[in-house]
């Protein structure tokens, strides 16, 4: 017999009387005695609002802008419909719409001119490049706004690794000693957290000496504490111009997306170093992962939803496949049930509309 809440479910079957053909269609034959009905609280929309468990709101959201030079200029990267490389004064203006749409922060990225690449990444300790202009524009402008930093040496180096490459292979300590002043180059131009990218062994404790000795102890660290070597960069990679100079790949320092156990050990040494914020990147395929890591940890805890999710749900929605709207607003949604403190997006100023809009 079955057993449903602890009672027969023929037990829970009200008898009915004979009714007539009109009756017996505008009702059911049977009526099931619930005491319990979930459907209740989703009946309506005021109802589902009522009983989130999870909330999405424009304070969630930071808006990753590449950058290229020149000036009054928009360049659509091909691989990420939607989304272009940006002259700094076009990068202002996108910071003074993120003001107006509340998105709290900022991350830069920069397309360096090929002739400006070289074996060391030299470009990045540059204190007039492309970032640090931007940085210092941008916080003209809009003084409130967060500009977070990427730091790694990929989008500088003539062969597309985020480290210094000797005989084949990416070294580690002198890699730090760079990222170290890179970092520093960033803080100086205006950057109010710091976003070590590139999986080096111990550059997150380097950094945050540096920069207490430099007296910017009020600069933030944002690690990519747990980033894996996943196909889900490519687009990334097309806008940063990378994709065209990387020889190999980067399983020798990003992690292995087989593992798990490791991710918490890769976090732990990034909190004991000095990190604020921890990331996990890719999102959306490692969400057990920020589960796990908040869990963890209860530190605050972000996500990026890289370059290849948000290329196939846009490749989708033009498609006709799915409806965009919908998957964007449920894809962030997700990174938040997961435990996710903010969200790196290239949806972020749609969604920002989007919410402002129905709020």
């Given at each position: 017999m079955?057993?449903?809440?602890?009672?027969?479910?023929?037990a829970?079957?009200?008898?009915?009387?004979?009714?007539?053909?009109?009756?017996?269609?505008?009702?059911?034959?049977?009526?099931?005695?619930?005491?319990?009905?979930?459907?209740?609280?989703?009946?309506a929309?005021?109802?589902?609002?009522l009983?989130?468990e999870?909330?999405?709101?424009?304070?969630?959201?930071?808006?990753?802008?590449?950058?290229?030079?020149?000036?009054?200029?928009?360049?659509?990267?091909?691989?990420?419909?939607?989304?272009?490389?940006?002259s700094?004064?076009?990068?202002?203006r996108?910071?003074?719409?993120?003001?107006?749409?509340?998105?709290?922060?900022?991350?830069?990225?920069p397309?360096?001119?090929?002739?400006?690449?070289?074996?060391?990444?030299g470009?990045?300790l540059?204190?007039?490049?492309?970032v640090?202009?931007?940085?210092?524009?941008?916080?003209?402008?809009v003084?409130?706004?967060?500009?977070?930093?990427?730091?790694?040496?990929?989008?500088?180096?003539?062969?597309g690794?985020?480290?210094?490459?000797?005989?084949?292979?990416?070294?580690?300590?002198?890699?730090?000693?760079?990222?170290v002043?890179?970092?520093?180059?960033?803080a100086?131009?205006?950057?109010?957290?710091?976003?070590?990218?590139?999986?080096?062994?111990?550059?997150?404790?380097?950094?945050?000496?540096?920069?207490?000795?430099?007296?910017f102890?009020?600069?933030?660290?944002?690690?990519?504490?747990?980033?894996?070597?996943?196909?889900?960069?490519?687009?990334?990679?097309?806008a940063?111009?990378?994709?065209?100079t990387?020889?190999?790949?980067?399983?020798?320092?990003?992690?292995?997306?087989?593992n798990?156990?490791?991710?918490?050990?890769?976090v732990?040494?990034?909190?004991?170093?000095?990190?604020?914020?921890?990331?996990?990147?890719?999102?959306?395929p490692?969400?057990?992962?920020?589960?796990?890591?908040?869990?963890?940890?209860?530190?605050?805890?972000f996500?990026y939803?890289v370059?290849?999710?948000?290329?196939?749900?846009?490749?989708?929605?033009?498609n006709?496949?799915?409806?965009g709207?919908?998957?964007?607003?449920?894809?962030?949604?997700?990174?938040?049930?997961?435990?996710?403190a903010?969200?790196?997006?290239?949806?972020?100023p749609?969604?920002?509309e989007?919410l402002k809009?129905?709020?």
């Amino acid at each position: 017999m079955a057993i449903k809440y602890g009672r027969p479910i023929e037990a829970r079957l009200a008898p009915v009387e004979a009714k007539t053909e009109p009756e017996a269609r505008a009702k059911p034959a049977t009526r099931l005695d619930l005491t319990t009905r979930p459907r209740r609280n989703r009946k309506a929309h005021w109802a589902r609002r009522l009983v989130a468990e999870n909330v999405l709101t424009t304070a969630d959201l930071i808006w990753p802008l590449f950058l290229v030079d020149g000036t009054s200029t928009r360049v659509p990267v091909d691989s990420m419909p939607g989304v272009e490389r940006l002259s700094v004064d076009e990068a202002v203006r996108d910071a003074e719409r993120a003001a107006k749409l509340a998105i709290p922060c900022l991350a830069l990225f920069p397309y360096t001119n090929p002739k400006l690449r070289d074996e060391d990444g030299g470009e990045a300790l540059n204190p007039d490049n492309l970032v640090c202009r931007a940085i210092r524009a941008i916080k003209q402008a809009v003084p409130d706004i967060g500009v977070l930093c990427d730091v790694a040496l990929d989008p500088y180096t003539s062969h597309g690794h985020d480290g210094l490459l000797r005989n084949g292979a990416i070294i580690n300590d002198e890699t730090v000693e760079v990222l170290v002043k890179q970092a520093l180059v960033e803080a100086e131009a205006g950057c109010d957290i710091i976003a070590p990218s590139d999986m080096m062994d111990g550059r997150v404790g380097a950094i945050r000496a540096a920069l207490d000795q430099a007296d910017f102890t009020d600069v933030s660290i944002m690690a990519y504490a747990a980033k894996y070597a996943s196909a889900f960069y490519g687009p990334f990679r097309d806008a940063v111009g990378s994709s065209a100079t990387l020889t190999g790949d980067k399983r020798t320092y990003q992690m292995d997306p087989a593992n798990s156990d490791e991710a918490l050990r890769e976090v732990e040494l990034d909190i004991l170093e000095g990190a604020d914020m921890v990331m996990v990147k890719p999102g959306m395929p490692y969400l057990d992962i920020l589960r796990r890591v908040k869990d963890a940890f209860g530190v605050p805890t972000f996500a990026y939803q890289v370059s290849g999710e948000y290329a196939m749900i846009m490749a989708a929605a033009q498609n006709g496949w799915l409806d965009g709207e919908k998957a964007m607003m449920e894809s962030l949604i997700a990174f938040k049930r997961a435990g996710a403190a903010g969200v790196l997006s290239y949806f972020a100023p749609r969604v920002a509309e989007k919410l402002k809009k129905n709020s």
